[in-house]
């Protein structure tokens, strides 16, 4: 079957720094989509902001949005291109 991926773009504002590990460990998670990112440390502060490029599906990209959203102090943001086939996005990622 035929899944829908997007191009967008993931935008992290982390105002509790001492949170930035669970942040991490969200991104390796769903690592298999992040097409670039780049971090942004403010140490005056200890706040950041960290841009990630990524191409999945509504489903992947929700699910990771909204884990980092759970996380205390962390805001994300998050802005799609419109939809367009990609073939199986499974098989893609196994390099079949």
Do not use: C, W
Request: net charge positive; hydrophobic share 35%.
């Amino acid at each position: 079957m035929e899944a829908e991926a997007r191009l967008g773009f993931v935008g992290i504002v982390v105002e509790q720094r001492e949170e930035t590990p669970r942040v991490n460990r969200v991104l390796s998670e769903y690592s298999r989509m992040i097409r670039g990112r780049i971090g942004v440390p403010h140490p005056e502060d200890g706040t950041a902001v960290i841009g990630v490029i990524v191409e999945g599906t509504n489903e992947e990209i929700g699910a990771m949005t909204g884990k980092l959203g759970n996380i205390p102090g962390i805001t994300v943001k998050s802005a799609l291109t419109g939809k367009k086939k990609t073939g199986d996005l499974k098989e893609k990622k196994e390099g079949k």
